[in-house]
């Protein structure tokens, strides 16, 4: 498998009581964009802010795992700006409970990676079908052979690259538009006022701020995550990345009048593939003859609830094949 985040995991955990899994992934740690930056004593989860669980599935799922307490609700004082005016407020609680790992975001896909053999730093460049079994070939000239199933669950983009172009699979994979965004980070030695928790920004370029010291677990040291808007990052992909976090800066105290420059600690990050729109497809992909097949969020949308419901249906397609 190539793609240790969530959808991968699910997937190999739902499988491998009956098969021999292994997981690659060019990341030093396992859950994409489940992820969490470490800069002692802050803590930044970067990439997913928070997650939601709307199927019983879903909620049957998380049920172990908030009761082991790596999954825990956030209740968060919720904001709505347009522009630097608070336009809606409201508490996330337990009748609508948003959830996040615990004591950071990344721990709920570790959880889900132990027992499981995952090859991580690793990025795997090329895979090539040769008499039924599949082989893999990484960046660092190793080869790994004799697979029965590849499965892809890397977002869309990277999946053409591996593959080829000329498959039912890289067609579809190339179908689907992923979009960016940048994550800006911040520490600081005292904490900040701020009337909210968690905030949606409309009418600007950054589309999110959060208190990510706030959330259940965190360390008391005060760190704020900010997001850009897609279609900012997208047009500004290749922008020098101190331009970013100075734009981003600028944006930040322009909307809510805190200034990031105070911080001591300041970091930025490049997500090229951060989400998609609600897509009207399968929630997986199965190529029977080739042996080989995919799943992930880009799939049906850009949530965490997505990649699991992917990764289910795929795993629910393999019961039937295996």
């Known amino acids: 498998m190539i793609g240790a985040g969530l959808a991968g995991l699910v997937f190999a955990r739902e499988v491998s009581a009956q098969n021999d899994v292994v997981l690659f992934d060019k990341s030093r740690g396992v859950g994409g964009r489940m992820a969490t930056r470490y800069a002692d004593p802050y803590r930044f989860d970067h990439g997913a802010q928070f997650f939601t669980a709307r199927s019983a599935t879903f909620r049957k799922f998380l049920e172990p795992l908030i009761g082991a307490g790596v999954v825990a609700p956030w209740h968060a004082r919720f904001a709505e700006l347009t522009g630097d005016t ?13 959830y996040v790992g615990a004591p950071a975001m990344n721990a709920l896909p570790k959880a889900l ?11 795997i460049e090329r895979a090539n079908l040769e008499k039924g079994l599949w082989t893999l070939f990484a960046d660092d000239g190793s080869e790994f052979g004799g697979f029965d199933w590849l499965v892809c669950t890397q977002p869309s983009p990277q999946i053409t690259p591996v593959i ?159």
């Open 164 to 322: 080829g172009a000329d498959s039912a699979l890289g067609a579809l994979a190339d179908s689907v538009e992923m979009k960016a965004c940048y994550a800006l980070m911040l520490g600081f030695d005292q904490p900040v006022a701020t009337p909210f928790d968690a905030a949606r920004v409309l009418q600007a370029d950054i589309s999110w701020i959060s208190v990510n010291s706030s959330k259940p677990g965190r360390s008391g040291d005060f760190t704020l995550v900010v997001h850009a808007t897609n279609a900012w990052a997208d047009a500004n992909i290749e922008l020098d990345l101190a331009e970013v976090s100075a734009h981003m800066l600028e944006q930040l105290e322009s909307v809510s009048g805190i200034d990031g420059r105070r911080a001591s600690e300041r970091q930025i990050h490049r997500w090229r593939y951060a989400n998609t729109d609600k897509q009207n497809g399968p929630a997986c992909f199965v190529d029977r003859e080739s042996k080989i097949a995919a799943c992930g969020d880009w799939f049906i949308r850009g949530r965490i609830e997505a990649a699991f419901r992917s990764a289910a249906a795929l795993a629910e397609e393999f019961r039937a094949i295996l």
């Open 86 to 98: 608070i336009t809606s407020e409201r508490s996330w609680d337990d009748d609508h409970p948003h």
């Open 113 to 123: 990676a132990e027992g499981l053999d995952t090859r991580l730093g690793l990025r």
